[in-house]
């Protein structure tokens, strides 16, 4: 296997020379360029696995560096070197595509661990992971997230998960964490409103025994557990205003302080959040601020309700029986139960449509559900759409099941013409287990 490469770029001859030694002594090959303009002639001429710049460069920046570096070489991890305390130029950094940022004086531990974490992108050290945690379902809104996804793994920079209670975010999350190059580390989902306030700042940071009463021991904080994976901050909007403050300067600074300290931990946490509230609107009435709305929010991805995606419905209320009764249970929805789960609204999306199945199943007396056991909640019919194909206008002659299987084949025959027929290639592209495409094919009558 080739020598890994490095392109550093940097117009002060003493922190290029600095960075090139720290990757050289990572048995990486360092180029050095002092502008844009060489770096560009560079990447024309070599392949790298890395590029580290600066900011401030003379002539054209280093934010025009990373964007030419996303249009022409756009599987080429970029990290940025800034100012201290710049945080605006990170920000805007990784919203340009960035994978990360090192800021002045360059901290080498911090450094080696970006490089470390970038090198296992680009160098096949990597293993191809599939997450274990699957998002269903074959709507033009789904594969949008799925595609967003692969490409958020890729970076180091906060993802701000937005959506309707029940919609899916906390997979979202772990989907994200399972494809990056942390998915060896841990991931660790909080609950922010599930926290008593007093205890908030020992949950999230520790503290330290005799720090306060009732600290027995040292405990290690959410933070440290968290460290070198993913933590995820559910409910992010109910954390109280003084907790804001600190999970800021956590954020920014990478280090955290144990209640009773004297001394902050580096910590190396990518942050994950997401809320079902509008938080823009909260920032605007001063409830939640605007500075860590804005460092939360680099990405933005929002979650589809089931309301915006309900062709994907006949595949989850599947994949749902099947986990709740086995691949092999005989339980299935008559035409007018599917028809009602169809035309409902939802308010509680996926997770909704789970108590409702699981409520249907203990109470229905025969191995077909109707309609009338799901005992779904009074509401205003909601009209039958899709994102893609637009479903016919019930009549005399229109059989929803029917329908419905035409619909899954055809996405079934097409994962398998994709994959050349290989039926484990086509349940993963698909994102459902082998088991379950066997299922389908033996039911739809396509083996």
């Not at 550093?8 to 360029?33: F, G, K």
């Not at 945690?133 to 692969?150: K, N, P």
């Not at 016919?392 to 027929?421: G, W």
């Not at 290989?422 to 066997?438: D, E, M, V």
């Amino acid at each position: 296997m080739s020598k890994a490469r490095a392109l550093v770029v940097d117009d002060e001859p003493d922190i290029s020379e600095l960075i090139a030694l720290t990757l050289e002594r990572m048995d990486i090959d360092a180029d050095q360029a002092g502008s844009a303009e060489e770096a560009e002639r560079l990447l024309r001429e070599n392949t790298y696995n890395l590029c580290l710049t600066d900011m401030q460069l003379p002539g054209r920046n280093g934010l025009e560096l990373v964007a030419h570096i996303q249009r022409h070489h756009p599987n080429l991890p970029v990290a940025v070197i800034t100012a201290y305390g710049s945080m605006d130029a990170a920000v805007q950094a990784l919203k340009s595509g960035a994978f990360d940022f090192v800021p002045k004086p360059v901290d080498l531990k911090m450094l080696r661990k970006l490089v470390d974490s970038a090198m296992k992108l680009t160098t096949g050290e990597q293993p191809d992971r599939r997450s274990r945690h699957t998002l269903l379902g074959d709507s033009a809104a789904m594969q949008r997230i799925r595609g967003t996804i692969v490409k958020l793994a890729r970076s180091q920079a906060p993802v701000y998960i937005s959506g309707e209670s029940g919609s899916g975010k906390e997979l979202v999350a772990r989907t994200i964490h399972e494809k990056s190059n942390r998915a060896e580390k841990p991931f660790v989902p909080v609950n922010c409103g599930a926290i008593p306030a007093e205890l908030v700042e020992s949950e999230f940071f520790g503290h330290l025994k005799g720090s306060f009463t009732g600290a027995t021991a040292d405990k290690q904080g959410l933070f440290q557990a968290a460290d070198g994976g993913t933590l995820f901050l559910d409910e992010i909007a109910e954390l109280p205003m003084h907790m804001q403050v600190k999970l800021l300067r956590a954020i920014q600074e990478r280090a955290v302080r144990p209640v009773g300290s004297q001394r902050e931990l580096p910590v190396d946490v990518r942050i994950l959040s997401a809320t079902h509230k509008n938080l823009a609107e909260l920032v605007d009435n001063g409830e939640f601020r605007q500075d860590l709305f804005y460092r939360i929010n680099v990405i933005q991805l929002p979650v589809p309700s089931l309301r915006e995606r309900q062709e994907d419905i006949p595949t989850l209320v599947d994949n749902i029986l099947q986990r709740l009764n086995g691949a092999a249970s005989k339980v299935t929805l008559n035409q007018d139960a599917m028809l009602a789960l169809m035309a409902y609204p939802f308010p509680g999306n996926v997770r909704e449509l789970e108590n409702i199945l699981e409520r249907a199943i203990t109470l229905s007396e025969s191995d077909e559900i109707a309609a009338e056991d799901l005992h779904l909640p009074d509401h205003e019919p909601v009209p039958l759409h899709t994102t893609g194909n637009a479903i016919p206008d019930p009549s005399d002659d229109f059989m929803l099941e029917e329908y419905l299987e035409d619909i899954e084949r055809n996405v079934l025959s097409k994962a398998l013409d994709k994959t050349n027929n290989n039926k484990t290639a086509a349940a993963q592209l698909l994102g459902i287990s082998f088991r379950a495409l066997r299922y389908k094919l033996k039911k739809l009558e396509m083996e």
